[in-house]
């Protein structure tokens, strides 16, 4: 796919790699963390027990666009990478519905990260529903040293995405992720995590 039919078909910008992380700054004497990710909500779509897998794609989606997802998982320090980490991955499919009964698992996995922390997905990029913007919904649970996130990917260029609803928070927009073309051609976006010690 050429890179102008790619932009078009996906309806959302192309350009650089940009930092997902981010450091909060002092404020009124107080620092609560130096890198954080920002939760979103859970919601009614989990579901327990998806398939370690790392493509969510499947056959009869007549408008699938690949889409590469990777990143890294961090501790708070923005520095120590954590491998070994458990997500779970899920997105309504390319007709707005989630898979909460089959025993396909459609549109979900889990995925842990490698000994540098990275960790990857493909999928495609899902279509909006009852008025919220495009994404995916990530968990990791709570484990023995760190806290339970909840967060979501979003894209940029999505018109459905609307401040004081999605992004609430300055550091909202560093899940508000550019898609880009990678050296293979693929669409690919990058997100990294930072998880919280207990």
């Known amino acids: 796919m050429d890179r102008r039919k790619f932009v078009k078909t996906a309806g959302l910008s192309a350009i650089a790699i940009s930092t997902t992380g981010f450091k909060l700054i002092e404020e009124n004497g107080v620092i609560t963390t130096n890198c954080a990710t920002s939760k979103d909500m859970l919601g009614p779509f989990f ?78 990029v899902p279509p909006p529903y009852q008025g919220r913007p495009k994404h995916i919904h990530y968990l990791i649970q709570e484990s023995e040293n760190y806290q339970e996130l909840v967060t979501q990917i979003y894209f940029k260029g999505d018109k459905k995405i609307k401040k004081n609803n999605w992004v609430k928070y300055p550091w909202d927009e560093n899940r508000i992720l550019n898609i880009y073309q990678n050296a293979e051609g693929i669409a690919e976006v990058k997100l990294d995590l930072f998880l919280k010690r207990k």
């Not at 998982?73 to 923005?78: H, L, P, R, W, Y």
Request: glycine share 4%; aromatic share 12%; net charge negative.
């Open 47 to 124: 579901r327990k027990n998806a398939p370690i897998r790392h493509d969510l794609t499947y056959d009869d989606n007549p408008s699938e666009i690949e889409l590469k997802v990777i990143g890294q998982i961090f501790e708070a320090d923005c520095d120590k990478s954590l491998s070994n980490i458990e997500l779970d991955i899920w997105h309504c499919d390319h007709r707005k519905k989630y898979d909460m009964e089959s025993e396909e698992y459609k549109c979900r996995g889990k995925i842990f990260t490698n000994e540098n922390g990275e960790y990857w997905f493909k999928t495609f």
